[in-house]
Nanobody, 129 residues
Framework: QVQLAESGGDSVLPGGSLKLACSMSGFTDSGYCMGWFRQAPGSEREGVASLYDDGFRTYYADSVKGRFTIWYARGESVLYLRMNSLKPEDTATYYC??????????????????????WGKGTLVTISS
């Protein structure tokens, strides 16, 4: 049974940094697309960043490019998201998600939350002065 669990959410000042972690268990093979989504109150869930479980071919939404970094620590089975230069508009609940890629582009899968099969429960990030 696949389980995802996020941690690391917090309340920080604009310009600050956070590192989110997603502990993953239950994956019995490789070939997964993994990513981070976020959802602000009153907004749709949007894909933020993604990569394949081999750690390559990262993708970032334009809104976070240059500020956020995604990586997968295979030995730990933990997906990370480092967020720098945080802005008030980054305030949201952040979710990690995964799906078996099956030949599909991870950068395409991250465009629609409905294409991801496995989800964590989310961790809240608040950017406010």
């Amino acid at each position: 049974q696949v389980q995802l669990a996020e941690s690391g959410g917090d309340s920080v000042l604009p310009g600050g940094s956070l590192k989110l972690a997603c502990s993953m268990s239950g994956f019995t093979d490789s070939g997964y697309c993994m990513g981070w989504f976020r959802q602000a109150p009153g907004s749709e869930r949007e894909g933020v960043a993604s990569l394949y479980d081999d750690g390559f071919r990262t993708y970032y939404a334009d809104s976070v490019k240059g500020r956020f970094t995604i990586w997968y620590a295979r030995g730990e089975s933990v997906l990370y998201l480092r967020m720098n230069s945080l802005k008030p508009e980054d305030t949201a609940t952040y979710y990690c998600a995964a799906v078996r890629a099956g030949g599909r582009l991870c950068s395409t899968l991250i465009q629609s939350s409905s294409d991801l099969d496995y989800w964590g429960k989310g961790t809240l990030v608040t950017i406010s002065s």
